[in-house]
């Protein structure tokens, strides 16, 4: 649940809690659901949500305590998703553990952490009184959008709510989504197929346009995954069997690549001020 994570987007995963209720159809086929069920650590959907151990909280401050070596090792800061296996904004959460987690946050100046939740609209009331007019330095706030109707109806707290970068996660992505020049525009977008054996599928030309979206409004895009190689576009357009796309692409779930590309970026103002922190 915690240390170095199989995740493209970050280093570490962090779950305070674990357990979560699905409200969408990007839900429908959950890997934390799955996780859940194998393991027989919570039961998915009921409450209340088990808090992890009090050695397991111990881990972000042991990776505080080695961020100057890994910003020396890789030339950035070490990021955190926060949380893989629960929502951080669940109002089904005991309250003072998301304040122990803010805690836990404010104790790491040197991680940046990225909160994903698909609950936005949780987010102002639940952020700490000492979030301020910029928010904190060291957190990513995120949404999840699957298609173009979550997208709508999660879009307007990007404008509503300070933070130092904002980012959308279109995974998995089950329907087309557009930003258009009036849409308030993340920092960073994230996208990829849904993977396992009940994975829908994804058309390459949703990526391409959300990526050329991205390059019009300046937002850095992230290409994680294709979930499965029934989507690549090497067998999607142009034939090839999933065995020899698998050849040639191997970048992530069902490979990652579109159009001979790996598109893998972060907000560069981030990578700016992880070459300073590295300098100085």
Known sequence: MADNSAIEWTDHTFNPWTGCTNISPGCDNCYAEAWSKRSGHVKWGKFPRKRTTE?????????????????????????????SLAD??????????????????????????????????????????????????????????????????????????????????YEPAIGALRINESDPAPDWLIVGGESGHKARRMAPNWARDIISDCRTR????????????????????????????????????????????LIREFPSSAAESCAEATAA
């Open 88 to 169: 951080v904004f669940d109002n089904k959460a005991e309250p003072s553990w998301r304040d122990d987690l803010f805690a836990i946050i404010r104790a790491t100046p040197a991680l940046d952490w990225q909160l994903l939740t698909k609950r936005p609209q949780n987010i102002k009331k639940m952020l700490p009184t000492d979030w301020g007019k910029d928010g904190y330095s060291n957190v990513w706030l995120g949404f999840t959008a699957e298609d173009q109707e979550r997208f709508d109806q999660r879009k307007r707290f990007i404008d509503e709510i300070p933070a130092r970068f904002w980012f959308v996660s």
């Open 218 to 261: 300046g937002i850095a895009p992230f290409l994680k995954q294709w979930g499965s190689y029934a989507n690549n576009p090497l067998c999607v357009e142009r034939g090839l069997s999933q065995a020899e796309a698998k050849a040639h692409d191997r970048d992530g779930k069902g490979g990652g690549q579109l159009d001979g590309k």
């Open 55 to 83: 050695a397991y909280w111990k881990a972000p401050l042991i990776w505080q305590s080695k961020a100057d070596y890994f910003a020396a090792l890789h030339g950035r800061r070490q990021r955190v998703f926060c949380a």
